[in-house]
């Protein structure tokens, strides 16, 4: 079983960076993929970024690719998200997701575990 608790969101401009981390519990985090996904009000959960179990391999959704950046430290169990060139349209809800896959799943309900989200706020 794996825990995932989201950090780093907040109210930035438009044009901001900001950086998220998601912290896994578990000594078995390289054995899974890991990915972002965003929720906006009355909107579905969406597919943001992902990387593979070694960080060998990424995928990125049309709308955030050049602009955001997905890491993952298997030493420090974090997966990161950098976000460069915010705009108003990436204001969400931002999750942290894992799945024991050899690939990068683009669908939310294929994700086994879930972190409690992280708000980002892009003024204009």
């Known amino acids: 079983q794996v825990q995932l608790v989201e950090s780093g969101g907040g109210l930035v401009q438009a044009g901001d960076s900001l950086r998220l981390s998601c912290a896994a519990s578990g000594r078995t985090f390289s054995s899974y993929a890991m990915a972002w996904f965003r929720q906006a009000p009355g909107k579905e959960r969406d597919f943001v970024a992902g990387i593979t179990r070694s960080g060998a391999a990424t995928d990125y959704a049309n709308s955030v690719k050049g602009r955001f950046t997905i890491s993952r430290d298997n030493a420090r169990n974090t997966v990161y998200l950098q976000m460069n060139s915010l705009k108003p349209e990436d204001t969400a809800v931002y999750y942290c997701?894992?799945?024991?896959?050899?690939?990068?799943?683009?669908?939310?309900?294929?994700?086994?575990?879930w972190g409690q989200g992280t708000q980002v706020t892009v003024s204009s």
């Open positions: 997701a894992a799945e024991s896959s050899l690939m990068i799943p683009l669908k939310s309900g294929t994700y086994d575990y």
